[in-house]
Each structure stands twice: as structure tokens, then as C-alpha cells.
């Protein structure tokens, strides 16, 4: 009888045991993120994980003009929406402080979370740095983008021309090639791009929005002089430019219409892919540069909401995505620069991406885009003014005057 | 002056099973109305209510409740602010400009269409309608490679012609505007044309048949029968057309997302930046209420008229 009722305990434990596991594996964690190949390609890879752990995934992938708004009203209504979001890293601060966000400073220390694949001091240092705010880690980083310039090497050379590097020679050649009939292909449409352009140009040149008090100083001389250069540059450009954004660019480099270009690291693969009529034939360098190559460097980061329904489960994901077997696995793919220093050194990937060692050298002198609380109103502003200028709507001068009228206040 | 009694009307009072017989009735009514009447209320007022209760207020998304009371601060703002003037001063020229050319056009093609044969005017309506059943995000993203310079159609028959160099596109402030009034155009003007051929099925055919033997001519019979026949049709395109175009946002948003140096810059587009770009929430609602503000004047009295009317 003993036994009986031992058994029947032992049968019970065990039913138990497996009804909270099949609580667990029935666990669907919702992700959100900006749609495209790379998208496509984790969702491939999100399908090993789901298998490793029975929880199931789906992934939000939207265009990104909506992302940013689509994710704030999600979290800001508390929905419970996502479990996961992709966050940029000129977003992050914003949404840490308005609390939308769940710190992961306790997560990153329990190795029961993490498994054994996490290494915390494989992540590149200054980007841990990015993704902390008040001293609270709010995020892991993941995916790196930096403007590149790319340039044709069969179109060049038969044109006697060499690969530039300044801001002279890049002028210099574009000017050749603009009088044959096409130029460079620019991101200058208003936008960010075009922003995140300009001021790796500034920086390049010594300039900057802000002097040393942090204070909001627009009309430097090194600030006109890269608008200026701005302006000429615009001025010797493919015709469409003022309406580009990096993706047109590269189709443009992609499809051979464009011999030399400013598009982004994120989209460089379609350049040595199966449709594009330049695969092997692309050079790739950091940025025209006036004293010295500098980048500008946005960081894509997973960050937890503060309202996930399974935060726990949540981080076993954003562990998993950010770990160097699926960094590298990504990486692979479609060639993202990751921010593990482990993975971007792997010979493997080296021989594969040979835009690898541009961007590396992009990103050895890289800052981002302010990260204040007003920087949005700034950005914002930067792109009606460097369109006034590509455009012929507004002097460099008369432009960057116009924002710092416009701003100074709110930088003060 | 003092009234009494007796001078009041005489009303029957209800005995008390009329009375009963009166409450079930309009206690039907109401429970008939009821579900509507709150959908309504849920619906349309619960938002516009809130819009315009916490456009007074200065907060950004998640600080809904520690934003600061500056009571009418933010519409003061808005006639302050030069790129808010720009934006409606863009968004009235797109307004005009579109509309009306929807309603010549629409109107035009509705009445050449009467004039050839049924089956092949079925056909051609058929096929004039096609842009209606498509997002205008999608319409905005097949005009921005029709306006490419590299790969676009326009570019290239204008080429066929050397003129392509004379156009600005949507590369250049000057003519951005009026590139994506063309892609609306082409996108609503069937609207309009449905509506025309309806408005035109309903003339009596007695009208221009005692026009023709009067000897009035094409334009006569235009002008003096179709058009004021059509007067009814026209003010309720223009009243939907006209607050449609004035929130212009996707088509934009698609096609030059308000630049090239805010050429474009709707006031939809507008708030939207100041909303969920600059994360200024008081200052976009209050842009919103403007829309509407704005929207109740220009339409409103051509709305009473027709209610009026009809």
C-alpha cells in the first residue's frame, strides 16, 4: 500500500513537472525589429533557438520610419506587446528615462540566464558604454552600421583615376566622373543619412555641434567649411541624389550606374551578392576625410521593455541573439559587424567580407550622434539645413546659422 | 408679464397605461440607439476629447502625467513658429492644386466617357479606376522610382524630348511640390470620376435632348445643364477630396518625407515629426486640433449648405 501511495506521490511530482514545462515551452516571446534581409536571415537562425528551447518567437519586423513609434506606443501604453525590442542607440536614453525599459545588470550576472556561450567582456567596451544610462545596463549591442565610401575599381581605373581618400581627391574624382555623365551617388535626400554623412565629415575636419561646455555652436569655421564642402560635393553628384537615402545609393553602386558612392556597412553585402553586376569589382574605404577618417556609428541594441510579460525567458533569448555562436552565424550571412571583438577578428569572416578592414578603420576613430534629450529636435533640424544646402535653398553659413538660431536655447 | 393657467395649450394628460405605452416606446428608441450613440462616444469623442485636453499641456510619450499645464501655450506657438506657417502655407497649395484639378479631370473624363460607346466606356472606367485600389504608401513608393532620375519613366521619356534636364523632379524644392500633386492626382482623380458618372446618370436625357432641339451647343449644355446638375456631386467631392488632401501624410511620407529642404512639408507631416520624431506630444496634438480647426472652416460652411439643401 506504501508503495502504492509513493508511487502515486512520485506520479504526481512528475505530472506536475511536466505540466510547468509544458508551461514554459509554451512560452511566445514577441520581437521588435526593422524589416528586411537581415531580418529575414535572424528569423532563419530564431528557428535553432526555438528548437533548443521550445519557446517559440515572433518577430515584429516593420519598416523602419515606423519602428520607433510603433515600439513607444507599445511600451508607453504598457501593453505588454514585446517582449524584445531592437532599440538604436540615439533612442535608448529616451526610453530609459521614460522607463520603458528593463535594466539588465542582474541578468547579465546569472549564468543560469546567460549559458555558457556568453562572455560580458567580449562585448566591445564602448558600446557596453552606449547602452548604459545612469549607470544601468539597459541593452546589449548587437549590430553595427558606419557610412562607407564605395567605389567601382574597373571604372576608375579605365578613367586613370586613383581610389580617393580625402576630401580633395574624393572632390577631384567625382568631378571627373560628373562630367561623363554620372558622378557620385550621395545620400542627400532630408534625412539622417545625410546627416550621419555630414558630421563624420565634420568631425573629420575637427568640428563638431557642440564646443567644449557642451554648449550648441554651429557657425565654426570647421562647421561652414564641411558645409561648403557639403554643397560642392552635392554638386558633382549622380542627378537623384538630393532624393537618396543609403538603400538608393546602393542600389545605384549595386547596378553599376553609380562608379563611386557613399552607402552604409549594413548594405554592403548586396554589393558582392549573386545579383549585383559588381560583385569583385568594389573598393571600399572609411569616409573622405579632411585631417584625419573619422565614422559615425550607430548601435543597434536588444533591450528587454519594462512591461514583457516574460522577462526572464526574454533575456535567455536576447542572451542567445547577442552570444558569439549567433553572431557569428549572422555574420556569416550577410556580413553585420557585430560587437563582440571575438567574431569581428575570426579569420573565417575576414576572408569572406573584404569591406571588413574599411570598416574596422571607420571604426577606430567613430563617435555617435548626440544622445541628450533634445538631440532629436537637433537631427531634425540638421536635416532641413544640410537639404537647404544641397539643394542651393540656403548658404552653408546662412543654414547652420539658421538651426543654431533656432536651437541654441535648448542646448544651452 | 404674467401668464395664467388658462392661457396655457391644452395638453391631454396620459393615464397612467399611456404613460407606460409612451415609455416602452421611447425606451425602444433609445435602447435601438444606444449601442450606436456609445460607439460614437467611445469611438470619436473619448479621443477628440482627450487630443484636446492634453494639447495643453507640454509632455513627451510615457511623461503623459507629469507634463506641464501651459494652457493655449502650444497654439500660440504654432503661429509663432515659421516651419509650422510653411507647412500649412504647403498644405493649402497642395490642397487647391489637387482638388481641383481631381474635379476638372474627374468631371472631364466622366463626361467623354458617356459620349462613347457602353461597353467600351465600362472598360475604360474599368481601367481609369485601378490607381483607387492602391495604398497610397505603395502609390508614393511607385512614383519615387517613376521620379528616379537613374531608373525613372519620367526622366526617361522626357529625355526622348532633351528636356530632360529642364526637370527638377523631386530633387529640387521648386517643382517637389507639384510632383507629388501629380502622383495624388493620378491616385484620386477616379474617385472623383465615379462619383461624376453617377451624379450624370441621374440627368434626365429629356434635358439635353430639348437642349439640342433649342440649338444650345456642347459648351451650353455644359455649362447651363451638366455642371448645375452636377452641383450636389461636386460639393461632396469637394468636401471629402478637400479634408482628405488636407492630411496628406502617407503619399509624402513615401515619396520625399516632406524635404527636399521642407518643400513638402505637409502639416500632417509636420506633427508627426514633432510628435514622434522630437517626442513633443502637447505640440502635435495641438497641430492636430489646428488641422481640424482649419479643416471645420474651410469645409463646414459648404457642409451646412448642402445639408441645407438636401
Known amino acids: 500500500m506504501k508503495m502504492l501511495v509513493a508511487a502515486g506521490i512520485a506520479a504526481g511530482i512528475l505530472g506536475l513537472i511536466h505540466v510547468t514545462d509544458a508551461r514554459a515551452e509554451s512560452v511566445e516571446l514577441v520581437i521588435s525589429r526593422w524589416a528586411g534581409p537581415h531580418a529575414d536571415d535572424q528569423a532563419e537562425l530564431l528557428k535553432q533557438f526555438e528548437k533548443e528551447t521550445g519557446i517559440t518567437v515572433k518577430m515584429d519586423a516593420i519598416d523602419y520610419g515606423q519602428l520607433r513609434q510603433k515600439q513607444t506606443l507599445n511600451m508607453a501604453g504598457k501593453t505588454g506587446g514585446y517582449d524584445l525590442v531592437w532599440v538604436q542607440e540615439v533612442w535608448l536614453p529616451e526610453y530609459a528615462a521614460s522607463g520603458f525599459l528593463r535594466p539588465l545588470d542582474e541578468y547579465v550576472k546569472d549564468s543560469a540566464l546567460t549559458g555558457k556561450d556568453f562572455d560580458f567582456s567580449d562585448f566591445q567596451p564602448s558600446l557596453i558604454k552606449i547602452a548604459t544610462v545612469d549607470g544601468k545596463l539597459y541593452g546589449l549591442p548587437t549590430f553595427i552600421q558606419t557610412p562607407i565610401m564605395v567605389y567601382n575599381r574597373d571604372v576608375l581605373s579605365k578613367a586613370g583615376l586613383n581610389a580617393p581618400k580625402t576630401w580633395q581627391e574624393t572632390l577631384d574624382v567625382a568631378k571627373s566622373l560628373h562630367s561623363k555623365g554620372t558622378g557620385i551617388a550621395l545620400p542627400a535626400k532630408q534625412g539622417l543619412a545625410a546627416v550621419d554623412v555630414w558630421i563624420a565629415l565634420d568631425r573629420s575636419n575637427g568640428g563638431d555641434y557642440f564646443d567644449k561646455s557642451g554648449k550648441l555652436d554651429l557657425v565654426t569655421d570647421a562647421n561652414v567649411e564641411t558645409a561648403v564642402f557639403w554643397k560642392n560635393l552635392v554638386g558633382v553628384s549622380m542627378r537623384g541624389s538630393t532624393n537618396w537615402h543609403f538603400d538608393d545609393v546602393n542600389k545605384a553602386l549595386e547596378f553599376g550606374q553609380a562608379p563611386l558612392g557613399i552607402s552604409i556597412s549594413g548594405l554592403l553585402n548586396a554589393l558582392e551578392g549573386q545579383e549585383s553586376t559588381v560583385a569583385g569589382k568594389v573598393g571600399y574605404s572609411p569616409l573622405p576625410y579632411k585631417m584625419r577618417p573619422f565614422g559615425t556609428l550607430s548601435v543597434w541594441n536588444w533591450c528587454i521593455p519594462a512591461d514583457s510579460k516574460h522577462p526572464q525567458e526574454a533575456f535567455r533569448l536576447l542572451a542567445w541573439l547577442t552570444g558569439k555562436y549567433a553572431e557569428k552565424a549572422l555574420s556569416l550571412k550577410d556580413g553585420q559587424i557585430c560587437a563582440r571583438q571575438s567574431v569581428l577578428k575570426d579569420p573565417e569572416l575576414v576572408s569572406k567580407f573584404p569591406w571588413l578592414p574599411a570598416v574596422s578603420e571607420a571604426l577606430s576613430n567613430a563617435d555617435t550622434q548626440p544622445r541628450t534629450k533634445n538631440a532629436p529636435k537637433l537631427m531634425d533640424a540638421m536635416e532641413a539645413a544640410l537639404s537647404e544646402v544641397a539643394t542651393g535653398s540656403a548658404e552653408p553659413k546662412a543654414a547652420l546659422q539658421k538651426v543654431q538660431d533656432q536651437l541654441a536655447a535648448d542646448f544651452q | ?310
Do not use: H
Not at chain 2, 404613460?19 to 473619448?46: D, Q, T
Not at chain 2, 465600362?122 to 483607387?132: A, D, E, H, T
Not at chain 2, 468636401?239 to 502617407?250: C, N, S, Y
Not at chain 2, 522630437?278 to 497641430?287: F, K, L, R, T, V
Open chain 2, 1 to 310: 408679464v404674467s401668464t395664467s393657467a388658462e392661457t396655457l395649450p391644452r395638453i391631454k394628460p396620459l393615464n397612467s397605461s399611456g404613460c407606460r405605452r409612451w415609455f416602452r416606446k421611447e425606451l425602444l428608441a433609445a435602447s435601438l440607439i444606444l449601442p450606436a450613440a456609445a460607439v460614437v462616444f467611445a469611438a470619436m469623442l473619448i479621443p477628440l476629447v482627450y487630443a484636446l485636453w492634453m494639447s495643453l499641456f507640454n509632455y513627451r510619450i510615457g511623461g503623459e502625467t507629469k507634463g506641464a499645464f501651459i494652457f493655449f501655450g502650444n497654439y500660440l506657438r504654432f503661429f509663432q513658429d515659421p516651419e509650422a506657417i510653411l507647412s500649412l502655407g504647403i498644405t493649402l497649395v497642395f490642397t487647391f492644386g489637387a482638388v481641383i484639378a481631381e474635379i476638372v479631370l474627374g468631371i472631364g473624363i466622366a463626361i467623354l466617357l458617356r459620349s462613347v460607346p457602353n461597353r467600351i466606356g465600362k472598360v475604360l472606367r474599368g481601367l481609369y479606376c485601378m490607381p483607387l485600389l492602391i495604398s497610397p504608401i505603395i502609390v508614393g513608393l511607385i512614383w519615387r522610382y517613376l521620379y528616379d532620375p537613374t531608373y525613372g519613366l519620367a526622366y526617361y521619356l522626357l529625355g526622348l524630348f532633351g528636356l530632360s534636364n529642364a526637370f527638377g523632379g523631386l530633387q529640387e524644392p521648386s517643382s517637389a511640390i507639384f510632383c507629388v500633386m501629380l502622383a495624388d492626382i493620378w491616385e484620386t482623380t477616379p474617385f472623383v470620376l465615379l462619383c461624376a458618372t453617377a451624379g450624370l446618370a441621374n440627368i434626365p436625357s429629356d434635358l439635353y435632348e430639348a437642349s439640342t432641339i433649342d440649338g444650345a451647343s456642347a459648351g451650353q449644355r455644359l455649362l447651363y445643364i451638366t455642371l448645375p446638375m452636377l452641383r450636389k456631386v461636386i460639393a461632396v467631392v469637394l468636401i471629402i477630396r478637400g479634408t482628405d488632401a488636407f492630411r496628406v501624410f502617407d503619399l509624402i511620407y513615401a515619396l520625399t518625407g516632406g524635404g527636399p529642404a521642407n518643400s513638402t512639408l505637409s502639416l500632417s507631416i509636420y506633427a508627426f515629426k514633432k510628435g514622434f520624431v522630437e517626442n513633443q506630444m502637447g505640440y502635435a496634438m495641438a497641430i492636430a486640433i489646428i488641422t481640424m480647426i482649419i479643416l471645420i472652416a474651410l469645409f463646414g460652411p459648404l457642409m451646412k449648405a448642402l445639408y441645407a439643401r438636401t
